[in-house]
Nanobody, 126 residues
Framework: VQLQASGGGLVQAGDSLRLSCEASEITLSGRAMSWFRQAPGKEREFLATINTSSGSTFYAESVRRRFTISKDNAKSTVYLQMNSLKPEDTAVYYC????????????????????WGQGTEVTVSS
């Protein structure tokens, strides 16, 4: 099983980026697929999740109005559209796949996830 994250880069404040997470050797159906990020010196934090069957989504309050998670099951890919980027969004962004969906407290917890991508770096300059 492999999750390949891509789409990171160096952008200016206010710009947008779309991250992609392509899954191989795994079916997306019925799982929580999520994005986390980890800034230097900080813990990995939950950003957004999507139910790969129903399409239900849930976001961290810090990004809810700026980030959008979506999926394309045919391409086994989950996306994170990030708008109005800020310098504090600078981090390594990781996608993750859980074995299944769960309660909100679970899907925000790193330990709920069994597969992780390698991370893609996003740097936002002021």
């Amino acid at each position: 099983v492999q999750l390949q994250a891509s789409g990171g880069g160096l952008v200016q404040a206010g710009d947008s980026l779309r991250l992609s997470c392509e899954a191989s050797e795994i079916t997306l159906s019925g799982r929580a697929m999520s994005w986390f990020r980890q800034a230097p010196g900080k813990e990995r934090e939950f950003l957004a999740t999507i139910n790969t069957s129903s399409g239900s989504t849930f976001y961290a309050e810090s990004v809810r109005r700026r980030f959008t998670i979506s999926k394309d099951n045919a391409k086994s890919t989950v996306y994170l559209q990030m708008n109005s980027l800020k310098p504090e969004d600078t981090a390594v962004y990781y996608c993750a796949a859980a074995r299944n969906w769960g309660a909100r407290t679970l899907i925000q917890d790193r330990s709920w996830y069994i597969y992780w991508g390698q991370g893609t770096e996003v740097t936002v300059s002021s």
